[in-house]
């Protein structure tokens, strides 16, 4: 988990940006989009197959095309149009008539919120990975253009919608990409001159009393779009829990999930991919499939943990459930006025050598935060726990910035459910998109509370110059092996993962690279130094990370790619830093071509 706390403006907060944008906008720039490509192919030589077709080529499916892919999925096609359109004279290269100042000025003041970008069929919550092509924050003379957006969206409510996705998508040799909700730290959402297939709007949920050989007992089965406060608030409804994330707008089955996913519950539970019963599943060749301990087991494996966009389209997830339970919250700050940089350190070493093993062998559950600013625990969330019991654990740390003297703010809350622990956390949390670029690492245990001293230093380095946080849970119980599932193994050993942010500044695109290659060049290698044959964890992983097989999947990678291979036989299915994806690169065209 990475959130940046950023405050912003919000001076017209309740004005819907999809009012204010309006179908008469929509209507303009889509004439913009297909007058742009109408034409064009026949200045274009013949693709190589190797290659995939973009706008421009002969093989591009002309404007009739389209329309009929719009009439095959009922009038779900969208073409994609950057939602800062209104923030830029000329959109495409066409005059924009209807752009507007208001219209985006309240863009601005709204931006960083996930609700801006959930309507959105296209629009990347990690800003960078729309190539700074429509920004609005930049003057309104600068061009809109399409960017890494995709042309075109399938707006899916049904498998049926996948299979057409991908029989389209195969025909015409287009690069397909999957998008839920845009919480997407690596891009995989997103990808220049393609289709997309948007599950955002599968919502079915329901509860089942589940019975096979590995489990008997509550699940509740999810369709593709169902986020993570939607799935807390049914299972609490029946008096259940489910192990979901910390930002409620983070879609379930999606990437978290496929991803390993971790959250609140996780070291009471183990992780999100670890609770997994079954997989609705279309694949590659557009085969719909369910995937569980007995049917297709091997991509039942790959789904827990080997990462989304790469393996198939999954239009629902069944996951273990769990009785509710009382749970407890506990927050802390030390802030760094300048003259109290060692002692706060001294504090950090205190935390994670005698406090934070012993929080997460209970089953809590620790995000912190270490900056230029200070220390925080944003919370310490422990269910089963009572508030006394969560003040115990920390003792350790408080005590030390006691006999430190050092000026600290701590509370502790207790709630009667997770859900309502949940809620509550929801009104002092900030959970804005972020507008840093991240990378990770996983912190063994035996570093932690072995090298203390060495790993402190790695994060005064880091936190003293740029946000970084840290996620802590115990997950060496959740399985009876680490190769139960397809998550890279070194995370059972880890005591938390680091994440490292620098911040993006949307009016210099030079910096916000440079910042990108700091974390990948200078801010990581700190701490891999200390971690030589480690990990980082896939979902928020430095989408640069040099061999990404090896440290975000580990000795899993090579059965991975042989699943990836089984069900994507074609290579339809593409993701930076997915399975398979070092089988392709892209070039100056930003097109996707075969290397291998």
């Known amino acids: 988990m990475f959130q940046a706390y950023h405050r912003i403006r919000n001076r017209i907060a309740n004005m819907p940006l999809g009012f204010l944008i309006g179908p008469i906008f929509v209507f303009a720039v889509a004439v913009a989009v297909a007058s742009r490509y109408e034409g064009a192919g026949g200045t274009v030589a013949r693709t190589n197959l190797q290659c995939r077709v973009i706008p421009g080529d002969a093989s591009w499916p002309s404007e009739s095309t389209w329309a009929g892919l719009n009439g095959t999925v009922h009038g779900k096609l969208i073409a994609t149009i950057p939602i800062a359109a209104p923030c830029h004279t000329s959109v495409l290269g066409q005059p924009n008539a209807l752009f ?52 075109y969206t399938i ?11 991908i029989r389209f998508a195969t025909d015409h040799n287009i690069r397909l990409v999957i998008r839920n909700t845009g919480h997407d730290y690596l891009g995989k959402s997103t990808g220049a001159h393609s289709l997309s297939v948007w599950t955002h709007h599968m919502k079915s949920i329901q509860l089942l009393q589940y019975r096979s050989k590995q489990y008997t007992g509550p699940a509740i089965k999810v369709g593709a779009g169902v986020e993570g406060m939607e799935a807390y608030q049914f299972a609490a409804s029946h008096g259940l829990v489910v192990v979901g994330g910390n930002c409620p707008t983070v879609g379930f089955a999606g990437g978290f ?194 090298n203390t001293e060495a790993l402190v230093e790695s994060i005064r380095y880091i936190s003293t110059q740029t946000l970084m946080s840290g996620v802590s849970y115990n997950l060496q119980n959740a399985v009876s092996s680490p190769d139960d599932d397809a998550v890279n193994p070194y995370m059972r050993q880890a005591l938390f993962s680091v994440t490292v942010g620098t911040a993006i500044d949307y009016t210099d695109w030079a910096a916000t690279k440079a910042a990108q290659d700091k974390i990948t060049n200078d801010l990581l290698p700190s701490l891999e130094k200390l971690t030589p044959n480690g990990a980082a ?29 089984k069900y994507d036989p074609k290579g339809i299915f593409y993701a930076k830093t997915a399975v398979g994806s070092e089988e392709w690169a892209e070039n100056n ?3 996707l071509c075969k290397v291998k």
């Not at 707006?155 to 996705?165: S, V």
């Open 100 to 151: 507007s100042e208001d219209v985006c000025d309240t863009l601005r003041d709204n931006w960083f919120f996930p609700e801006t970008h959930l309507p959105s069929s296209s629009s990347p919550m990690a800003y960078p990975f729309s190539g700074n092509s429509c920004n609005p924050f930049l003057d309104s003379s600068a061009p809109c253009t399409i960017g890494y957006h995709p042309v």
């Open 155 to 165: 707006n899916a409510t049904c498998t049926r919608d996948f299979q057409t996705a």
């Open 257 to 450: 999930t496929q991803g390993g996913g971790h959250g609140p519950l996780a070291s009471r539970y183990g992780l999100s991919a670890d609770q997994v019963l079954e997989w609705e599943v279309v694949t590659g060749t557009g085969e719909i499939i369910t995937a569980s301990a007995t049917q297709n087991s091997d991509l039942f494996w790959a789904l827990r943990g080997g990462g989304g966009g790469t393996f198939g389209i999954v239009s629902s997830l069944t996951v273990k459930a769990f009785p509710d339970t009382p749970t407890s919250l506990a927050t802390l700050t030390i802030l760094n006025n300048g003259t109290n940089t060692d002692d706060l350190y001294s504090g950090v070493t205190t935390f994670i050598r005698d406090a934070l093993p012993g929080l997460v062998d209970a089953g809590a559950f620790v995000v912190w935060v270490a900056a230029p600013f200070g220390f925080m625990i944003t919370p310490a969330i422990a269910p089963g726990i009572t508030s006394a019991e969560l003040d115990t654990l920390l003792q350790p740390l408080v005590g030390r910035l006691n006999d430190l003297g050092l000026e600290h703010s701590y509370s502790s809350t207790q709630y009667a459910t997770f859900i309502s622990s949940y809620e509550a956390l929801q009104l002092i949390s900030s959970w804005n998109v972020s507008d840093y670029n991240i990378g990770s690492r996983l912190i063994p245990r035996s570093l932690a509370t072995e």
């Open 537 to 565: 964890y896939l979902n928020e992983a430095d989408f640069q990370q040099p061999d990404f097989q090896q440290t975000i999947y580990g000795d899993h990678y090579k059965k991975l790619l042989d699943i990836k291979h």
């Open 589 to 591: 065209e930003k097109r």
